[in-house]
């Protein structure tokens, strides 16, 4: 801290992020001075002390006490973050909680663990990196599938929303733009309970319904990537007389038919 350089105002550049300054009000203060403020000054969240204090004593599996002199020990090692990070090996603070009688907790950690071991096997990943080189790319659409089913097997055994809609349609939007053209986030969730509707969710007149499936029939062609492009001309693209409709159909149209030929083929190379 002291070798950076102080603005006028007692601020500091951060180290990361270009023109942000930091403010460290208490970075004069001894270690003393910061756990006598503790002792006599109310947190800001409105409460005493005595919440953060059990929160690090459960992440320890231990006991947790103020630190009154430099000789006894802290707890204030238990480290927090997102409960799906699998930088570390273990979460111990998790499993510091599951100890301490959090034993709701535990299929998280489980999920979290299971995680960490799938993020290594070559088995579960693409062989080709989005950049278009080769070696281990982004997650497999199976491997994709079997987490988020997982995921929703962790929810029911928890009993808390673990992931909004909000974020099941956004999944079901870039499995779509790579290799989904059956709604399979949107299908996974609502067998799960969620109620979810479906993105390309329209009806034809029965009519125009029996000539598209005649001709699904005679083509051999995958009701999906017909369903995928009727709804981008009769619902997204309704009209083309928005500015870059006509390109953007055009865009969205070529991708379903790349996607559409990249399922087949692969389900061609799993049945030989």
């Known amino acids: 801290m002291e070798a950076r350089e102080y603005s006028s105002k007692g601020l500091n550049p951060h180290h990361d992020i ?19 403020y503790l002792q006599e000054a109310p947190p800001p ?19 947790c006490h103020l630190i009154l002199d430099l000789i006894s020990p802290s707890c204030g090692g238990s480290r ?48 080709i990196r989005r950049n278009g080189s080769e070696g281990p790319g982004p997650f497999n659409k199976s491997a994709r599938k079997k987490t988020l089913n997982l995921l929703f097997e962790t929810e029911k055994k928890v009993g808390r929303k673990l992931i909004s809609d909000r974020e099941i349609l956004y999944i079901q939007h870039e499995w779509q733009k790579e290799f989904d053209l059956k709604e399979s986030a949107i299908e996974i969730a609502n ?32 009701p999906e990537l017909i369903k995928n492009i009727l709804h981008l001309v009769t619902k ?19 991708g379903i038919i790349e996607t559409a030929a990249l399922d087949a083929q692969t389900q061609d190379d799993h049945d030989l």
């Open 45 to 63: 969240w409105g409460i005493n002390h005595d919440l953060m204090i059990n929160l690090y004593r459960q992440a320890s599996g231990d006991e």
């Open 18 to 36: 270009p023109d942000a300054l930091v403010c460290s009000p208490i970075a004069d203060w001894t270690t003393e001075q910061v756990w006598a």
């Open 80 to 127: 927090f973050g997102c409960w799906t990070c699998t930088v570390v090996k273990k979460d111990l603070s998790m499993q510091g909680f599951i100890q301490t009688g959090e034993e709701w907790m535990q299929p998280l950690n489980y999920f979290r663990d299971w995680l960490k071991e799938v993020r290594e096997d070559p088995g579960m990943r693409n062989q």
């Open 191 to 222: 067998q799960y309970g969620r109620d979810i509707k479906k993105m390309n969710n329209f009806n034809l007149p029965p009519g125009d319904q029996e000539i598209i499936d005649d001709l699904i029939a005679s083509m051999e062609l995958q």
């Open 236 to 254: 997204k693209y309704a009209s083309l007389d928005i500015y870059g409709a006509k390109n953007n159909l055009k865009i969205e149209i070529a």
